[in-house]
């Protein structure tokens, strides 16, 4: 399986927000691509951006990171609600 290059980390990102999914790191460990209708809905969009982009697995920390500089991320035990909260709790 083709394994996605760090410089792709972009490309996915917009890609999984543009089908739909509300894509955002949770804390510094991890990240979720959306609730689970948005999911449902991209199910299809999801699977056809895996194929392209291939293995992430290992870019775990730099997906994270990404996310968190874009603003895409939510602490664990954070008053927000959802990532868009983020500076309104600061």
Known sequence: MR??????????????????????????????????????????????????FGDRDFLLAEIVAYLRSIGRYIEPGSPASHWSENQKTQ
């Open 3 to 52: 394994q996605m290059k760090a410089s792709e980390i972009p490309a996915f990102i917009d890609q999984v927000i543009g089908a739909g999914c509300d894509i955002c790191a949770i804390g510094h460990r991890g990240y979720v691509l959306g609730d689970l209708e948005e999911m449902v809905t991209a199910a299809e969009d999801i699977k056809r951006i895996g194929e392209e």
